[in-house]
């Protein structure tokens, strides 16, 4: 079992930053990939970045050249650094591992609220 424990959400103005932190617990040497999620009021969950253990980091194109997704030296953490916030940015955002061999992020942090207001 792996347990994911996210942090740094809050109400930022459009054109901040914020960054969210997100620590896994557990069985985390099972874990292949990170990343992060987001989900708007209404809207379905979606990919915002991902990074493996080894590769290319994932973005979105919305937040491609905005946000950055990073993973702690220890390879247990992962980080998103977010620029340029916009209002359309505002959703909860999950944290999420996925083991290795598994197609699909097969665990999932509590989420935390990003909002940015215009």
């Known amino acids: 079992q792996v347990q994911l424990v996210e942090s740094g959400g809050g109400l930022v103005q459009a054109g901040g930053s914020l960054r969210l932190s997100c620590a896994a617990s557990?069985?985390?040497?099972?874990?292949?990939?990170m990343g992060w999620f987001r989900q708007a009021p209404g809207k379905k969950r979606e990919l915002v970045a991902s990074?493996?253990?080894?590769?290319?980091?994932n973005y979105a194109d919305s937040v491609n050249g905005r946000f950055t997704i990073s993973r702690g030296i220890a390879q247990n953490t992962v980080y998103l650094q977010m620029n340029n916030l916009k209002p359309e940015d505002t959703a909860v955002y999950y944290c999420?591992?996925?083991?290795?061999?598994?197609?699909?992020?097969?665990?999932w942090g509590q989420g935390t609220q990003v909002t940015v207001s215009s």
């Open positions: 999420a591992a996925k083991r290795v061999l598994m197609s699909q992020f097969d665990y």
């Open positions: 557990g069985s985390v040497f099972s874990i292949s990939d």
């Open positions: 990074i493996a253990n080894i590769g290319r980091p």
